[in-house]
């Protein structure tokens, strides 16, 4: 079964660091780009960064820039989002999803790890 | 990168058709072929509908289309149906390995 599970969300106190994880399956996982997207609590989609399949290519949304840290480990099969000096805003449930043409859309999700940033 | 813009809402008739629009610039929508739709259902992660400003996945039903013109992209809904109901972000590649989303529209089915 071709699948994406997000892990490592929970609650940090702002300032804090986190690192979240994707374990992917059922599919050729260095045969595709990988991005994380986040969306606050009743609010719409927001691209967070993004990945090529060797790890050549990698952008970051503004908002994130400088804070987080988008990685791959292709042996692992794994997609991971270091997340320094959080903020209140970056509270969200965070997706990872799978980019197979590396043309910037997103074909699979997972279903998501809740990051709560709060004192 | 700045969100690309999206009528917060729109509705129609089961049967009808609806046309969500969303509006970027030259440095987006606008520059690249690259724009795509999603469906999200409340509590479900969002699903591709839309790829490359007109190529549906597999499965997706042809009642869904969209188009581009300029900077702006158009997805249409024809023939709604009840399980249409639901939330459409549209999104763009906005050069450098970057991407942009929409606000995101909520289609009611009325």
């Known amino acids: 079964e071709v699948q994406l599970v997000e892990s490592g969300g929970g609650l940090v106190q702002p300032g804090r660091s986190l690192r979240l994880s994707c374990a992917a399956s059922g599919f050729t996982f260095d045969d595709y780009a990988m991005h994380w997207v986040r969306q606050a609590p009743g609010k719409g989609l927001e691209w967070v960064s993004g990945i090529s399949w060797n790890s050549g290519s990698i952008g970051y949304a503004d908002s994130v820039k400088g804070r987080f840290t988008i990685s791959r480990d292709n042996a692992k099969n794994s997609l991971y989002l270091q997340m320094n000096s959080l903020r209140a805003e970056d509270t969200a449930l965070y997706y990872c999803a799978t980019d197979k043409s590396h043309n910037y859309h997103f074909d699979l999700w997972g279903r998501g790890t809740l990051v709560t940033v709060s004192s | ?110």
């Open chain 2, 1 to 110: 990168q700045s969100a690309l813009t999206q009528p917060p809402s729109a509705s129609g008739s089961p049967g009808q058709s609806v046309t969500i629009s969303c509006s970027g610039t030259s440095s987006d929508v606008g520059g690249y072929n690259y724009v795509s739709w999603y469906q999200q259902h409340p509590g479900k992660a969002p699903k591709l509908m839309i790829y490359e400003v007109t190529k549906r996945p597999s499965g997706v039903p042809d009642r869904f289309s969209a188009s581009k013109s300029g900077n702006t992209a158009s997805l249409t809904v024809s023939g709604l149906q009840p399980e249409d109901e639901a939330d459409y972000y549209c999104s763009s590649h906005a050069g450098s390995h970057n991407v942009v989303f929409g606000g995101g529209t909520k289609l009611t089915v009325l």
